[in-house]
C-alpha cells in the first residue's frame, strides 16, 4: 500500500496522549480506539456523501452512485491517497481516460487532449479530498488518521489488489455518460 | 479594492489555480499571486517578495504547512499579513495546531468561492 508523506509519527504521538495529574505524577494513557467506532467508519453513506460533497462544491457536478457500475476502459487513470495512524488503508479513485479529462476540463476551466501532468494532478486532488472528506465524517478519524500525498497510476490493463482488509467500501458513480469507482480499502484498525 | 498581492502555497498547481479563480471570483480582481509548491518556496518567495495575503495547504510533501507558518514567525517574514489555511484536514485538533502556529483563517476542502469570500476579504480589508 502507497504511504509515502503520511504523518505517522504526528498522529502516533495523539493516538496515546500522556495526561500527569495527582501528587504522585503518576501517568495515565488515555487510549483512542477505532475499534468501538468501526459501524461507524465503515458506513457505506459517509462515502457516498463524500463523493457528492466534493464533486457538487468543487466541480458543479451532481453524481449518484448506481449499483454494478466498473471502469471498462482500457486506458485508465487510478489516484490514491493513503491513510496512517489509527486507521491504515487508503482510498483509490478509478476512473477511464475520457472521464478523468473531463473532470480535470471541469476543474481548471482548461481543454486536454491527453493525460498529462495536469489532469494527474487534477485527479490526484480529488482523490485527495475524498480522502478527507470521507475521514472527515467520523470525529475520531479525522483527529488520528493522517493523509499521504496523492500517488497517480495511469496506464492499460492493469488491477489494484489489496490483500485481506479489515473492510472494504467498493462503489461506483455516474455523472451523465461517465462513471468512476472510489474504494475505501482499511487495512489495519486500531 | 486596490492591488492585493497573493502568495498559494500548495503542492497541486490545479488547486493553486482553483484557489486563485476563488479569489477573483470573491471580488479581489486587481490580484498578483505568487505561486509555491512546498512550505520551503513559499519561505524563499516572502524573502524577495511583499505580499498582502497568505493562502496555504497543510499536507505538502518537503514542508508541510503548518511547519511553514512556524517558519514565517520564527524568520520575521511576512509579519502582519494573514494567513489562511486550505486544507483536507478538518479536525479541530488541525484548527487548533494551525491558529497556534499563526493561521488567522482556515477553509476546508472541498470549498466554494463564497467560503473563500467569507473568509479571507474580512481579513485582506482589517490588514
Known amino acids: 500500500m502507497l504511504l509515502n508523506g503520511v504523518h505517522a509519527a504526528a498522529v502516533a504521538g495523539r493516538a496515546g496522549n500522556k495526561v500527569h495529574g495527582g501528587a504522585d505524577e503518576r501517568e495515565q494513557t488515555m487510549a483512542v480506539s477505532l475499534r468501538e467506532s468501526v459501524e461507524r467508519v465503515s458506513d457505506p453513506r459517509n462515502l457516498d456523501a463524500s ?40 482510498c483509490v479513485f478509478r476512473s477511464g481516460a475520457g472521464t ?71 462503489h461506483g458513480y455516474r455523472f451523465g455518460e461517465d462513471i468512476f469507482e472510489v474504494t475505501i480499502v482499511c487495512d489495519g484498525l486500531q | 479594492m486596490s492591488e492585493i498581492r497573493a502568495l498559494i502555497v500548495d503542492d497541486s498547481s490545479v488547486m493553486r489555480k482553483i484557489v486563485e479563480r ?40 518537503t514542508m508541510d504547512g503548518l511547519e511553514f507558518l512556524r517558519q514565517i514567525r520564527a524568520q520575521h517574514l511576512a509579519e502582519g499579513v494573514p494567513v489562511v489555511m486550505i486544507t483536507t484536514e478538518s479536525s479541530e485538533e488541525h484548527v487548533k495546531q494551525a491558529i497556534q502556529a499563526g493561521a488567522r483563517g482556515y477553509i476546508r476542502k472541498p470549498f466554494t468561492a463564497e467560503q473563500v469570500k467569507e473568509r479571507v476579504l474580512p481579513l485582506v480589508r482589517a490588514a
Request: charged share 20%.
Open chain 2, 22 to 61: 476563488a479569489l477573483r471570483q470573491a471580488g479581489l480582481d486587481a490580484l498578483v499571486v505568487h505561486e509555491a509548491a512546498t512550505g520551503a518556496e513559499g519561505l524563499e518567495v516572502l524573502k524577495t517578495k511583499p505580499v498582502d495575503l497568505i493562502l496555504s495547504d497543510i499536507n505538502m510533501p
Open chain 1, 51 to 90: 463523493v457528492e460533497e466534493v464533486f457538487r462544491l468543487m466541480l458543479a457536478i451532481e453524481c449518484k452512485r448506481e449499483a454494478g457500475l466498473a471502469v471498462a476502459d482500457r486506458e485508465s487513470v487510478t489516484a490514491v491517497v493513503g491513510f496512517g495512524g489509527l486507521l491504515s488503508g487508503a
Open chain 1, 100 to 170: 478523468a479529462i473531463k473532470i480535470a476540463a471541469q476543474m481548471t476551466g482548461m481543454e486536454f487532449d491527453a493525460i498529462d501532468n495536469t489532469v494527474k494532478d487534477g485527479i490526484g486532488e480529488i482523490c485527495n479530498m475524498l480522502a478527507g472528506a470521507w475521514k472527515g465524517k467520523v470525529p475520531e478519524l479525522a483527529a488520528n488518521c493522517g493523509l499521504s500525498v496523492p500517488a497517480v497510476i495511469t496506464g492499460r490493463d492493469y488491477n489494484l489488489h489489496v490483500q485481506a482488509p479489515e473492510f472494504q467500501l467498493h
